[in-house]
């Protein structure tokens, strides 16, 4: 299967991070992170078992493409009576692509028997997707050394899928519901068109907040507290996808 896939909702979260000092002789550090996806492609493949003449159980892995979409600014505070100067604040934004890898057991019931030519059906059932960014937008782009927090380490440079958080290339791993529908075109009696449509249901994955939560640079001193402030999105995770492809009957 190849196709489209779009995102119901783009805006995903709004942060504020804030350093905060436990000296009033140290500078405060407040970084502002806000984020949205964008639409892509997909592609993937599935195993259908037809149990039953109304039913089949259909086992899939799909791999959608999309993009997201990162905006940050940071401000220093110094300490004491010193005036906010203009390289004390930053701004930049960075665009990478987002990767959602999807293991799919889907519920197929039909509405005409397997010898009709058409065969129409809704769908539904569970799915364990891995969330992930193709890199991490806080490495790449060299804007983003020029953010004043460049020698703390707040903006952290990494790019694995182990525990690493997901600004830095990790994963995160949740499950969702899936549901949808779609029609065969059987052109031969071992050949068979189709045409699928589904969302995933899903929740909304808390990128930039899982990447700061409880980290400190270890640059800073040790009485330095990290507070996360989060903005949390409208609506849940709303994955769509419209795909074309071809089956062989064994």
């Known amino acids: 299967h190849g196709g489209y896939t779009r995102f119901r909702h783009e805006a995903l979260e709004a942060d504020i991070v804030l350093l905060v000092p436990g000296k009033d002789t140290d500078p405060l550090y407040i970084a502002g992170l806000f984020d949205e996806v964008g639409d892509g492609w997909t592609a993937g493949f599935s195993v259908t078992v037809n149990t039953w003449k109304w039913v089949s159980n259909e086992f899939s892995y799909f791999r959608q493409q999309g993009k997201y979409r990162l905006g940050a600014f940071a401000i220093t505070i110094p300490a004491g009576d010193t005036p906010i100067s203009d390289?004390?604040?930053?701004?930049?934004?960075?665009?990478?692509?987002?990767?959602?890898?999807?293991?799919?057991?889907?519920?197929?019931?039909?509405?005409?028997?397997?010898?009709s030519r058409?065969?129409?059906?809704?769908a539904a059932g569970p799915v364990l997707q891995l969330i992930a960014l193709s890199d991490a937008p806080l490495k790449r782009p060299s804007s983003y050394y020029t953010l004043g927090l460049k020698n703390l380490g707040l903006f952290k440079a990494a790019f694995d899928?182990?525990?690493?958080?997901?600004?830095?290339?990790?994963?995160?791993?949740?499950?969702?519901?899936q549901y949808g529908a779609g029609i065969k075109y059987r052109v031969t009696p071992r050949f068979t068109m189709r045409m699928d449509w589904r969302e995933t249901w899903s929740r909304n994955p808390r990128i930039i907040r899982d990447s700061y939560e409880g980290f400190l640079p270890d640059t800073?001193?040790?009485?330095?507290?990290?507070?996360?402030?989060?903005?949390?999105?409208?609506?849940?995770?709303?994955?769509?996808?419209?795909?074309?492809?071809?089956?062989?009957?064994?």
Do not use: C, K
């Open 161 to 177: 899928f182990g525990n690493t958080p997901p600004l830095d290339g990790g994963g995160i791993f949740q499950p969702g519901l």
């Open 87 to 115: 390289s004390d604040f930053n701004q930049a934004t960075a665009t990478v692509g987002l990767t959602t890898r999807q293991f799919e057991y889907n519920s197929l019931v039909h509405f005409r028997p397997p010898s």
């Open 220 to 250: 800073l001193p040790d009485d330095y507290e990290v507070l996360v402030l989060n903005g949390p999105p409208d609506s849940m995770f709303f994955q769509q996808r419209a795909t074309m492809g071809f089956a062989f009957t064994f």
């Open 118 to 122: 058409w065969r129409p059906y809704v």
